[in-house]
């Protein structure tokens, strides 16, 4: 008899007995290529996280704070500045991947009717501009409190370029390509009104707008119409530079520095500090690694959860198998007999007995890799997706991130990833099959006839 017809033959009249063993490979392999998949995937999670933005330091101007005599505090900031030279000094190190300096200021248009505020008069018709490098790395867009919902983000090689919110565009009827002339205000109270401190207007700027951004918070606090957080303007450095409000390469705000590995993040901040060009007296750094310690913590759990899963499953899978081949191959001494008493040899049967485990094993593995990738696809959007901080590249920085920072796992292993998956499990199902055997073949042929009766 054909030795493959007799293998799918038997297959076909014990469907029990092969229905049980499909299913027990199939739930091995799809357990193995899962816990291997999600493995791979929180792996790669956490080395895109270490090579896009994972931390950020800044360097600010600190405040004094004084207190009046009817009890009111007031907080007052240095009148100090970073330069250009500075910040160059801090940029050799390598680890840093972005620099976004700041400058703040005010501005009037007659174009623009801003968002009428606290005793709002045409005097105090100005909006805040925030004038920086890349207006994707602003604190209201990386908080996701603000979303860019048109045009693009502000970048260092913009000119002349501008954000407006969406209110603020809709009541004037602005949209993304318009040009606006843009003058120099500054915000100043007396006698409890607000007042423009600069009256006489000898500076004049056109732009452009490049975006439109939406609010996700409301701000229902009482305060000027400067103060509106529907107002705020963002701006490319040279707005203000051209409106005589800051100076090109010194920078009043603060300057923002990102880098590439949030684990050398208080390496890199405890360098800075050292640096002699910057007087420590007026200016501090704080730090902010974007939650990555929380979610490497996370990562780096999920991860040796998944080995030790892997290690388990390969474990166990390996003794169940076995066990299960072996209570196979005791009921089949009888068929062992007769096939060597119509005088097969023990190698032909071993070879028909694999055949047969190699068959299902095949049809189990196939499935198992698709059943395998839906199981990792929930997995993602269910558990890794969140996992996500805000991962910044040249694509976000002028989509913003809400557009462009996150990203699907691919959890399809390669080929070479799975050829080894499956040849270990062959090799698991072959040694499986071979000891089962061993009881059987060790036996001479008249003490497996002697068995049958």
């Given at each position: ?13 014990k ?8 299913l027990?490979?199939f739930?091995i ?11 791979r ?5 956490e080395?895109e ?12 101007a600190?405040?004094e ?14 009148k ?10 801090i940029m050799?190190t390598k ?23 606290e ?13 920086l490098r890349?207006?994707?790395l602003a604190?209201?867009?990386?908080d996701?409190?603000?979303?860019l919902?048109?045009g693009?983000?502000i ?7 501008i954000?407006i919110?969406?209110?603020?565009a809709?009541e004037n009827?602005?949209?993304?390509g318009d040009?606006?002339t843009?003058t ?5 109270e007396l006698?409890?009104a607000?007042?423009d ?16 951004y ?16 529907e107002?705020q303007?963002y ?8 409106l ?11 300057v923002?520095?990102y880098?590439?590995?949030?684990a050398?993040?208080?390496?890199i ?6 640096m ?27 991860g040796?959860?998944a ?8 474990v166990?899978s ?21 096939l ?10 071993i070879a028909g ?7 299902v094993?095949?049809?189990?593995l196939?499935?198992?890799?698709f ?9 993602e959007?269910?558990?890794l ?11 976000t ?6 557009h ?6 691919d ?6 990833e ?8 062959w ?11 061993l ?5 001479k042929?008249k003490?497996?006839?002697s068995?049958?009766s």
């Amino acid at each position: 008899m054909n030795g493959v017809y007799k293998a799918f033959t038997y297959l076909s009249r014990k469907k029990g007995k092969t229905i049980s063993l499909f299913l027990v490979i199939f739930v091995i392999a799809v357990f193995l290529i899962s816990c291997f998949g999600v493995l791979r995937a929180s792996e790669s999670l956490e080395r895109e996280i270490r090579t896009s933005l994972g931390a950020a330091f800044y360097l600010r101007a600190n405040t004094e704070v004084s207190m009046h005599k009817n009890g009111e505090a007031e907080v007052k900031e240095n009148k100090v500045s970073i330069k250009q030279k500075e910040i160059d000094e801090i940029m050799q190190t390598k680890e840093i991947k972005y620099c976004n300096p700041i400058n703040y200021g005010f501005v009037k248009s007659d174009a623009i009717e801003f968002i009428p505020g606290e005793k709002h008069t045409k005097e105090s018709n100005m909006g805040k501009v925030t004038a920086l490098r890349f207006s994707a790395l602003a604190f209201e867009f990386l908080d996701e409190t603000a979303v860019l919902m048109e045009g693009k983000h502000i970048t260092e090689a913009d000119q002349r370029k501008i954000l407006i919110s969406e209110q603020l565009a809709n009541e004037n009827e602005i949209s993304v390509g318009d040009t606006l002339t843009l003058t120099h205000a500054g915000l100043t109270e007396l006698d409890g009104a607000y007042l423009d401190k600069i009256p006489v207007k000898t500076a004049f700027v056109q732009v452009e707008v490049s975006g439109i951004y939406k609010l996700h918070v409301k701000d229902n606090s009482v305060k000027p119409t400067a103060g509106i957080a529907e107002n705020q303007i963002y701006a490319s450095l040279d707005v203000l530079d051209e409106l005589h409000e800051s100076e090109a390469g010194i920078y009043t705000g603060e300057v923002d520095f990102y880098i590439t590995d949030p684990a050398k993040l208080s390496q890199i901040t405890r360098d800075v500090q050292l640096m002699q060009e910057i007087d420590w007296t007026t200016h501090f750094i704080r730090s902010n690694d974007f939650q990555y310690s929380k979610i490497a913590d996370q990562l780096s759990t999920l991860g040796r959860l998944a080995k030790l899963l892997f290690v388990l499953v390969s474990v166990v899978s390996t003794s169940v198998l076995t066990l299960l081949l072996i209570m196979r191959m005791r009921g089949r001494v009888r068929e062992t007999g007769i096939l060597l008493a119509a005088g097969w040899s023990k190698g032909k049967i071993i070879a028909g007995f694999l055949l047969e485990v190699q068959i299902v094993a095949a049809a189990a593995l196939i499935l198992s890799y698709f059943v395998s990738l839906g199981i990792t696809q929930f997995f993602e959007q269910k558990f890794l997706y969140g996992l996500q901080p805000n991962l910044l590249n040249e694509e976000t920085l002028i989509a913003g991130v809400n557009h462009g920072t996150k990203k699907s796992y691919d959890y399809t292993l390669r080929g070479t990833e799975l050829l080894l998956i499956y040849f270990g499990q062959w090799i698991v199902i072959v040694v499986s099959t071979l000891l089962s055997l061993l009881m059987i073949m060790r036996l001479k042929p008249k003490e497996i006839l002697s068995k049958m009766s």
